[in-house]
């Protein structure tokens, strides 16, 4: 016995079927089989996020470049409607892998969009990287995160080549970076998101967010971040009494003193998007809060984030063209930023009673915080600061041909620039390095400069072919500011790609040079005037044959150009 269906009856059956298979995307993931336990290993999360491609005709997934690890790094976009207007949002997770928060909180929004448990807006596209640090996520163990409570493994901190990958975006060391450098210049995002675990005191929080520091991301965009977009971001959040509060930059003492915003410099991510003007966020969870309420938790801010960016859409669109515009009509850019102190916030702090206490293992006194007494308080925030110096802003930079490392970098972040053809002499300002200090560890494998000072003079000089003509009024015009003045904190310089002009390739023998030396003061009266007041006025200097010999060399045409000659040039129309 059988049932005979109709032709159409049967194409609502297969229909139905269908519609129900498509609700169900049923693969679970390591955090939902241990109740909140665990995170995923790189390959559960490669076969989720291929899974999921596989099974959803909106989400791609697609390798672009490759990492340190050896393996390329992945990008996951999910996109509804083909819309001009549409947000670009990009999350960022595993950058450091064992804040895993993010990678797990990722995969369960994916299945609840395509299992139809959320309504995703339909005018954000969403693009999520979904390990940044595949190196270090393949070094998994369960002890490297002292302080964390879960999960049970993880990553590790260090990519393949043990970089710290949150302090690469400028100088670009790795091919990770040179992997997110082309998925960002591809997506230009209005709205980046990256995923972390942090603790720097204990609270009664579970998230914190770091935005992008507002002064430094400027105009109208700065100010829609600080007053708009915050402010929609904890309210919302605590109409699903989830409470939040600024990422809390205190370490060794307690946050109840009160402490200031922190400083994202454009070596970390969300200081290298504001320098194309991107609204950047660092979700910061607190490590000591269960896993599972930091990833849930996480989740939910990742959704309201999408939801502002879909409601408010238009306004960031044109906060950023208006910032943009702005920055390219500017005839000074400001840096050197401060905390100001005179400007404070309140903020209504949920925290922890602390007191000194006898260490059972040193002795000494140590901070306790007790969990049994939460306390609510207004304590200062210092969330404004103001610039120290500016510097007139020049029409072009000329860099000298021989610089492959430093035109590479500005090719892999779509910095517009021409080779000249032929040789001339023009007019320009160029730098000669005056000062600067140099921290005596080594950090990202690099002895930072800082306290770079630098004497400018202008002078007509010989330009060759093959020599590169960068134009700064362009849209990388923050990037190339920051990368090229040497006086800038993430500069160029200061990461120690100029390091060759800093050291003297020639000298001279005191026998030889002493009758030059005599007969070159002869000639130069004006010279010899400031040479012998030196001497009068300077008993060291006096008392020093060579550090005076040294004096006259370095004033001489014998002294080589390019010592302490910064290769790249000013140039005003």
Avoid at 3 to 32: P, V
Avoid at 219 to 225: I, N, R, W
Avoid at 365 to 374: I, Q
Wanted: net charge neutral.
């Amino acid at each position: 016995m059988y049932i005979k269906f109709s032709s159409f009856a049967l194409l609502l059956l297969l229909y139905a079927n269908s519609t129900a298979q498509n609700l169900q995307f049923e693969r679970q993931i390591k955090f939902e089989t241990s109740q909140g336990m665990e995170t995923s290993t790189y390959k559960e999360v490669l076969d989720f996020y291929k899974a999921i491609a596989e099974y959803s005709e909106k989400i791609t997934l697609e390798d672009i470049g490759m990492t340190d690890a050896g393996l390329p790094l992945q990008l996951l976009t999910y996109q509804q409607t083909d819309v001009e207007n549409n947000i670009n949002l990009l999350i960022n997770n595993g950058i450091h892998p064992g804040e895993s928060d993010g990678i797990d909180a990722c995969m369960l929004i994916l299945k609840d969009i395509v299992n139809g448990k959320i309504e995703f807006p339909k005018n954000v596209n969403l693009h999520i990287i979904p390990s940044y640090n595949i190196g270090g996520m393949l070094n998994r163990n369960s002890t490297s995160r002292a302080n964390q409570n879960g999960p049970k493994s993880y990553g590790f901190r260090g990519n393949a080549r043990n970089f710290d990958l949150n302090r690469d975006f400028i100088k670009m060391d790795t091919k990770n970076m040179e992997a997110f450098a082309r998925v960002y210049h591809r997506l230009n995002p209005e709205v980046y998101v990256e995923t972390h675990v942090s603790n720097g005191a204990d609270y009664q929080y579970t998230l914190t967010h770091l935005l992008t520091q507002h002064n430094r991301l400027g105009y109208e965009l700065g100010t829609y971040l600080e007053k708009v977009f915050k402010v929609k971001l904890e309210n919302q959040l605590a109409e699903q009494n989830l409470i939040i509060t600024p990422y809390v930059n205190v370490f060794g003492r307690t946050p109840d003193r009160g402490f200031s915003q922190f400083v994202d410099y454009p070596r970390y991510s969300t200081g290298y998007t504001s320098l194309w003007n991107t609204l950047g966020l660092m979700i910061e969870t607190h490590m000591l809060k269960p896993y599972k309420n930091r990833v849930l938790q996480t989740k939910a801010m990742l959704e309201i984030i999408a939801d502002i960016s879909s409601t408010d859409a238009k306004k960031i669109k044109a906060a950023r063209k208006k910032s943009t515009e702005s920055f390219l009509e500017d005839k000074y850019y400001k840096f050197n930023y401060k905390i100001d102190s005179t400007k404070i916030s309140k903020l209504e702090f949920k925290g922890f009673e602390s007191e000194m206490i006898e260490s059972k293992v040193t002795g000494k006194r140590r901070l306790k915080y007790n969990k049994d007494k939460p306390f609510s308080k207004s304590i200062a925030y210092y969330n404004n600061l103001k610039p120290g110096d500016s510097i007139k802003i020049p029409d072009y930079y000329i860099l000298k041909s021989g610089w492959k490392n430093v035109i590479e970098k500005l090719a892999l972040n779509n910095i517009h620039y021409e080779t000249i053809p032929n040789d001339t002499i023009i007019s320009v300002e160029k730098y000669r390095i005056l000062d600067y200090d140099t921290y005596n560890n080594p950090y990202e494998g690099h002895y930072l400069h800082y306290n770079t000072k630098v004497f400018t003079l202008n002078s007509t000089t010989d330009i060759k072919s093959g020599d590169y003509l960068i134009p700064v009024h362009q849209n990388g015009i923050k990037y190339l500011l920051e990368t090229l003045e040497p006086m800038m904190s993430d500069s160029f310089f200061n990461w120690n790609f100029f390091d060759t002009i800093l050291q003297q390739k020639e000298g001279f023998s005191g026998y030889v040079f002493e009758d030059y030396a005599y007969e070159y003061l002869e000639q130069h009266p004006k010279l010899k005037a400031d040479f012998l007041s030196k001497k009068e006025s300077n008993k060291s200097f006096a008392s020093n044959a060579r550090a005076q010999l040294n004096w006259i060399y370095k004033r001489s045409p014998l002294y080589e150009e390019a010592h302490l000659n910064y290769p790249v040039y000013r140039v005003f129309n």
